[in-house]
C-alpha cells in the first residue's frame, strides 16, 4: 500500500506541473465560489526581506511565509462586489452591523443603482454604458473588506450571520478608530478567505524563488514589484488618452475624477510580479492585515501604488496607511485563500480508488 500511495503522490506531483507555466514557478485557478483568479504562492519558508529599511517602517525581516496559501491576480472586481453589495443590502432585515462600521456605497467602481429593482432594499448592477466596467477596482474599507471575506467563507449564504463572523469577527469592531481600535488584528483560525496579511503581500509581489543570484544560487527579493530592481513606467494603458504600451502600471497620472480609476483591471497583461499578479503596481492601493502605530494611533497598512498618485510605495520598503472604517477613493482589495486547487481533490479520490482495484487485481505496476 505504501508503494501505492507514493505512486498516487507521483502522479498528482505530475498535474501539477501540467497546470503550470513550463518557464514559471506559479499555478493559477479559477475559484468558482468568489469568481476570483488565484495564484498559488509556494516557496514555503523563504528568506525574509534583508535589505534596507530607510524610513524604519520595520520592513527588514519580513515577508517570510511557512506555509503554501493563494492570493487574487487581480485586485476585487465590480462584479464581485456587486454580487456581495446585493446580498448585503437587496434584504427585507438590514444586517446588524455595528454603528461604527460604515457601510457605504463605494467611491469609485463600474456599477450604478439599479433602477428597475423595487425592493426590499437596493441592489446595484454594472454599468451597461461603460466598457469593461466589471473589470474596474473597487475602493473599499478595511471592515467591510472583512466582512466580504466573511460572506465568501460561509458560502455567499444570505443569513445575516454569514456577514457578521467566520473570517473576522465584527462583534470586535469598535465605534471609534481613533487614536487605537479594537479590531480582530488578524484572520480567525480556519479562515477560508481573508485579507492578506503583511508578509504575505509582499512575498506575492517583491520575492522571487527563481531570482539569480551571484552564488549560482536562486530566490532572493526585487526592489520594484514586477520581478525588477527598477519601478515600473506609469501612465494610462493603450487605447486611453497618451495611452502607450511602454506604460507599465496605472499610477502617477491623474485629472478630473481619477481617470485612472476607469483602467479595468488586467491592462497591462505583461507587468506582472513573479508570481504572475496584476495590478499589483497601480490600481489601488491594496489592504494588508498589517498595524502600524505613528505617534499612539493604530493604522492599517496598504501596499502598493495608486491610480491617482504615490508611485514610491511599489518600493519594498514603502507603504501606506489608513484607518480601518475609512473608505478612499484610492484603496482596494486583493484577497487571499487557503482553497485548494479546484479538482485536484476530486482528481485523487478516482485516482486512489483505480490504483487500489489495480493493486487487487494484480494488474498495478508504477
Known amino acids: 500500500m505504501k508503494r501505492v500511495v507514493a505512486c498516487v503522490v507521483a502522479w498528482i506531483g505530475g498535474l501539477v506541473l501540467v497546470n503550470s507555466e513550463a518557464s514559471s514557478q506559479t499555478q493559477f485557478f479559477t475559484d468558482p465560489l468568489s469568481g476570483a483568479e488565484f495564484s498559488r504562492i509556494g516557496a514555503v519558508n523563504n528568506p525574509a526581506y534583508g ?3 530607510p524610513f524604519n517602517i520595520g520592513v527588514t525581516g519580513r515577508g517570510s511565509v511557512g506555509y503554501e496559501y493563494s492570493i487574487g491576480r487581480f485586485e476585487v472586481t465590480t462584479a464581485q462586489w456587486v454580487e456581495f453589495y446585493n446580498a ?9 452591523i455595528p454603528e461604527g462600521t460604515r457601510f457605504l456605497v463605494p467611491s469609485q467602481w463600474g456599477a450604478i443603482r439599479d433602477s428597475s429593482y423595487a425592493g426590499p432594499g437596493r441592489r446595484w448592477v454594472v454599468n451597461p454604458s461603460v466598457p469593461n466596467a466589471a473589470m474596474r477596482g473597487v475602493a473599499v474599507s478595511w471592515r467591510v473588506a472583512a466582512i466580504y471575506c466573511n460572506w465568501l467563507h460561509n458560502n455567499k449564504s444570505t443569513d445575516a450571520s454569514a456577514f457578521l463572523s467566520g473570517a473576522y469577527d465584527v462583534s470586535t469592531f469598535s465605534l471609534s478608530d481613533f487614536p487605537t481600535f479594537t479590531d480582530q488584528a488578524s484572520r480567525s483560525p480556519g479562515a477560508r478567505y481573508w485579507i492578506p496579511s503583511w508578509d504575505e503581500w509582499l512575498k506575492a509581489v517583491h520575492y522571487d524563488p527563481l531570482k539569480p543570484n551571484l552564488d549560482g544560487s536562486l530566490g532572493g527579493w526585487w526592489q520594484g514589484p514586477l520581478g525588477s530592481d527598477a519601478l515600473p513606467v506609469y501612465g494610462p494603458p493603450v487605447g486611453f488618452p497618451n495611452g502607450s504600451a511602454a506604460n507599465q502600471a496605472n499610477s502617477d497620472w491623474s485629472g478630473p475624477n481619477f481617470p485612472g480609476a476607469r483602467v479595468p483591471l488586467g491592462s497591462y497583461p505583461t507587468s506582472q510580479t513573479p508570481w504572475g499578479l496584476l495590478d499589483a503596481a497601480g490600481g489601488t492601493g491594496e489592504l494588508t492585515e498589517g498595524i ?4 499612539g494611533r493604530m493604522l492599517r497598512i496598504i501596499e502598493g501604488s495608486r491610480w491617482d498618485s504615490d508611485a514610491a510605495s511599489d ?5 501606506g496607511n489608513v484607518s480601518p472604517d475609512a473608505q478612499l477613493t484610492f484603496v482596494g482589495l486583493r484577497i487571499a485563500t487557503s482553497i485548494p486547487q479546484p479538482g485536484m481533490l476530486g482528481m485523487m479520490i478516482p485516482a486512489l480508488y483505480l490504483v487500489t482495484r489495480r493493486v487487487r487485481r494484480g494488474r498495478f505496476a508504477c
Open 315 to 319: 518600493e519594498v520598503f514603502m507603504f
Open 51 to 53: 535589505g534596507v529599511d
Open 88 to 96: 448585503a443590502f437587496a434584504r427585507p432585515d438590514p444586517l446588524p
Open 292 to 295: 502600524y502605530t505613528v505617534q
